[in-house]
């Protein structure tokens, strides 16, 4: 079973929609968890980080479930611009010191007029 | 200014060669990554250094050897490269531990095209 399992997409949905991505993870020890967006050819970015009781900036919302080990991202009112791949990360601190971030697959996003 | 560098962002070059990627991150961050995203866009974590010390070594062939001479500074060197070594390689860093909802901060990425 992978760390992190995540659907590949790609969704594709038109403008002003509403688009829920699902991720799930294996390790029980992960203690912080992450969203980050891709766009073609750069780099990921942060997203927004996913706190236990749920969060919301704008129009993204994260929700984590730690006895499902599960977590999910909520994009309301879509926008051309959000079209790129979502990251689902997972942090594992290490004894002796560092962090493993472990990556999902990603899910592809298109967002059509 | 950039807060991970990464150079060179292209490499071509011919099976057989050695070559290396070099990495300086400037967020007094303790510790960095090495991280491959294959033609199937999969990020891989291949190493990992905190504070000049190895902490993850993936299964990595031994061709790859990473070296931080200090902790602001994570290269990576690759031996005998093969065609399946083609791939864009990203260097990151983040704070270390003890640090709660540590954000990883992603380099440009290095485009490595072997012939």
């Known amino acids: 079973r992978k760390e992190v399992e995540q659907d590949p997409g790609p969704f594709n949905v038109p403008e002003g929609a509403t688009v829920a991505f699902n991720c799930t993870y294996s390790?029980?020890?992960?203690?912080?968890f992450f969203w980050y967006r891709q766009d073609c050819r750069k780099e990921p970015k942060l997203l927004m980080s996913?706190?236990?009781s749920g969060n919301e900036d704008g129009r993204f919302t994260a929700q984590l479930n730690r006895a499902s080990q599960y977590i999910s991202l909520l994009i309301r009112d879509s926008k051309l611009s959000d079209s790129a791949t979502y990251l689902c990360v997972v942090n594992i601190p290490l004894t002796g010191g560092g962090n493993k971030l472990t990556f999902g697959t990603g899910t592809q996003l298109k967002v059509e007029l | 200014d950039t807060a991970v560098s990464q150079t060179p962002k292209y490499l071509v070059t011919q099976m057989g060669n050695d070559k290396s990627i070099k990495c300086e991150q400037n967020?007094?961050?303790?510790?960095m990554y090495w991280y491959k995203q294959d033609s199937k866009k999969f990020l891989k974590i291949m190493f990992s250094?905190?504070?000049?010390?190895?902490?993850i070594n993936e299964t990595v062939p031994n061709r790859f050897s990473p070296k931080s001479p200090d902790k602001a500074h994570l290269n990576l060197h690759i031996n005998s490269l093969e065609l399946g070594d083609s791939a864009v390689y990203f260097c990151?860093?983040?704070?270390?531990?003890?640090?709660?909802?540590?954000?990883?901060?992603f380099g440009q990425g290095t485009r490595l095209t072997v012939v």
């Open positions: 967020l007094g961050h303790d510790t």
């Open positions: 996913v706190y236990s």
């Open positions: 390790n029980s020890a992960s203690q912080s």
């Open positions: 990151a860093s983040s704070q270390g531990r003890g640090v709660p909802n540590t954000e990883a901060f």
């Open positions: 250094y905190n504070n000049k010390e190895l902490i």
